[in-house]
């Protein structure tokens, strides 16, 4: 089992940037498939980026294609998101997550989760 903690959200101008971090206790991330997703209010989770299990693989949501980078650390055992470019549209709750499937992209391939963090991008 893996336990996993976001960080660095908060309050960014349209056109900024932001980098999230994902640290992972409990097991090495390495053995996971991991990804972002991220929740507006009154909306259901949406898949934003990914790789796969050794990261071999990356993928990304076409609304922040060519904006966000999925990366990984291995000797801290932590994910990034960065994110630059930021519109108002990309406000919302942020969630790491990790799969026990080589890769995923859907919510329901997922079995760990962060606590989420928010993001607000205003105008």
């Known amino acids: 089992q893996v336990q996993l903690v976001e960080s660095g959200g908060g309050l960014v101008q349209a056109g900024g940037s932001l980098r999230l971090s994902c640290a992972a206790s409990?097991?090495?991330?390495?053995?996971?498939?991991m990804g972002w997703f991220r929740q507006a209010p009154g909306k259901g989770r949406e898949f934003v980026a990914a790789?796969?299990?050794?990261?071999?693989?990356?993928s990304y949501a076409d609304s922040v294609a060519g904006r966000f980078a999925i990366s990984g650390d291995n000797a801290k055992n932590t994910v990034y998101l960065q994110m630059n470019s930021l519109r108002p549209e990309d406000t919302a709750v942020y969630y790491c997550a990790a799969a026990t499937v080589p890769v995923a992209v859907e919510v329901i391939g997922y079995d760990y989760w962060g606590q989420g963090i928010q993001v607000t991008v205003s105008t």
């Open positions: 790789f796969s299990r050794g990261g071999g693989l990356t």
């Open positions: 409990g097991r090495t991330l390495s053995t996971y498939a």
